[in-house]
């Protein structure tokens, strides 16, 4: 994956290519279906990813939250499900 060179947005981050942004999607997509082991998750599913970060999740008891995902930067074994999940903050 690579930046665009010598573009900056006006926060002065790197931009995307199209084709980070294809590869980020694709790599959030792959969470829909999987079951969360994090601690205090066990056995939530995810169920759809909704936008960014943000994913709706079932808990074992059937209830359903929204929750949201940072990747986290070591990944044990490319489990994606192991850590980074809290539950969805609405910001006024």
């Known amino acids: ?3 665009k060179k010598n573009r900056t947005s006006s926060r002065g981050r790197q931009r995307l290519t199209a084709e980070d942004r294809a590869q ?3 790599e959030r997509q792959t969470l829909v279906g999987k079951l ?3 601690s205090g998750w066990e056995g939530a599913l995810v169920i759809e990813h909704i936008r960014g970060s943000q994913y709706l999740i079932r808990l074992p008891d059937g209830q359903e939250v929204f929750a949201s995902h940072k990747k986290p930067k070591v990944l044990a074994n490319g489990a994606l499900t ?3 999940w809290q539950l ?3 910001r006024y």
Request: charged share 20%; net charge negative; glycine share 20%.
């Open 1 to 3: 994956m690579g930046y």
């Open 24 to 26: 980020f999607a694709r």
């Open 36 to 38: 969360i082991s994090q």
């Open 82 to 84: 192991q850590g980074g």
């Open 88 to 90: 969805w903050e609405e």
